[in-house]
């Protein structure tokens, strides 16, 4: 169906039926001027935006409209969690061009919805254009925690632990075989342009890496991990651009330096297959590869028995004093400084 069929109004309508609202702190969802919400007294509310670009930070010819909607929300959710609170909240702006039908916007808010329901997000509002460059989404979201829960990225202190949830390189993977399979699917139809071939990529045993880069998981079971275990970080980050680049976050914020160790920094068996594949360092892209969104925190050292035994949860080093520097350690013991861009021990 065509877009102007509804209208701006009908499409809003449609876009927005069916959405109930599981937070107490919502007053009002979609339908008036503006959402309303009420937070406990003793908690602060936490607010984070995104912008998501057609041919900038997604590429339509790879990437479903659902899990596109899943991941936009994810990404944004995962600011949240990396304040250690919980999102409740979502706005999303929208801008569509005339290439987009109805049932296609549907599809976005599918995923969107998906994502909101997993975890206990309501979708409370937005706005809604068309656009002459492509599909715009812009989520904002909005949550809270109590005061003295929230984690800054400024509180790592010398000789705390550095912790980094799940593993890492696996999206950067992910979208490398999406953008070779890409390439191998354009060059054929190149070839026989008058009769586009029927194009299957062979993506059996990658299904993991290819779900780390289209449909992430924002990892409010580690913000839940931690506070079941009466863990509150020092500081911490969500894994967005990459382990390195998140690091130097963290120690620059802090004034501090650090030390982590290579054989330490978490890695899956498909990420290191594919990594080898394409003839690329695997810990190169796991420490530069972004798009993870792990959380990466530290603890005090006096929490290493109770951070040791989590699920899911790897200690890669130690915070230092600011004037050692923010050091990675190889397996043969060479020390290499971390940058935000390409560590590569070829180069070095
Ligand atoms: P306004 O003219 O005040 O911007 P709209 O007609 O754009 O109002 O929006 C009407 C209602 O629908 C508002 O509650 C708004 O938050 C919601 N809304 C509009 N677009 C979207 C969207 N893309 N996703 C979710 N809610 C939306
Ligand atoms: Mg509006």
């Not at 990396?82 to 039908?101: C, H, T, W, Y």
């Not at 120690?251 to 899956?268: A, K, V």
Request: charge should be negative; hydrophobic fraction near 35%.
């Amino acid at each position: 169906m065509d877009i102007s069929e509804l209208g701006e109004f009908g499409l809003i309508k449609r876009i927005t039926e069916n959405i109930s609202l599981e937070n107490s702190s919502t007053l009002k969802g979609v339908g008036d001027d503006c959402a309303v919400m009420q937070y406990p007294q003793d908690n602060v509310t936490l607010a984070s935006s995104d912008i998501l670009m057609e041919g900038i930070h997604f590429d339509l010819t790879y990437c479903p409209l659902k899990t596109l909607g899943y991941k936009a929300a994810m990404v944004n959710f995962s600011d949240i969690y990396a304040m250690n609170g919980m999102p409740e909240q979502l706005i999303v702006n929208i801008a569509v061009d005339k290439r987009f039908s109805v049932e296609q916007i549907d599809e976005i808010y599918e995923g969107l919805k998906w994502a909101c329901q997993n975890h206990h997000v309501d979708l409370v509002g937005g706005d809604t254009s068309s656009s002459l460059t492509g599909l715009v989404i812009s989520p904002t979201c909005i949550g809270s925690a109590p005061k003295s829960q929230v984690v800054y990225r400024n509180g790592a202190e010398n000789t705390n632990l550095i912790c980094v949830s799940g593993n890492l390189g696996a999206a950067y993977m992910g979208l490398q075989l999406l953008e070779r399979e890409k390439q191998v699917y354009r060059q054929q139809n190149a070839e026989h342009p008058e009769s586009p071939i029927d194009f299957q990529p062979d993506f059996s045993g990658k299904e993991y890496i290819l779900e780390r880069q289209l449909k992430p998981e924002a990892r409010r079971i580690v913000v839940e991990t931690l506070r079941n275990a009466g863990i509150l970080p020092t500081s911490m980050i969500d894994v967005s651009d990459g382990l390195s680049s998140e690091l130097l976050h963290i120690c620059q914020q802090s004034n501090t330096g650090c030390l982590i160790y290579e054989e330490r920094i978490p890695i899956d068996y498909q990420t290191a297959m594919m990594a080898e594949q394409f003839n690329l360092n695997v810990i190169t892209s796991a420490l530069n590869g972004g798009e993870d969104y792990e959380l990466l925190f530290t603890v005090k050292l006096s929490d290493y028995d109770k951070v040791k035994t989590l699920e899911g949860i790897r200690i890669i080093g130690h915070i230092t004093p600011p004037q050692q520097g923010c050091m990675l350690q190889t397996r043969d013991g060479n020390t290499f400084e971390l940058k935000a861009q390409g560590w590569n021990p070829l180069q070095d």
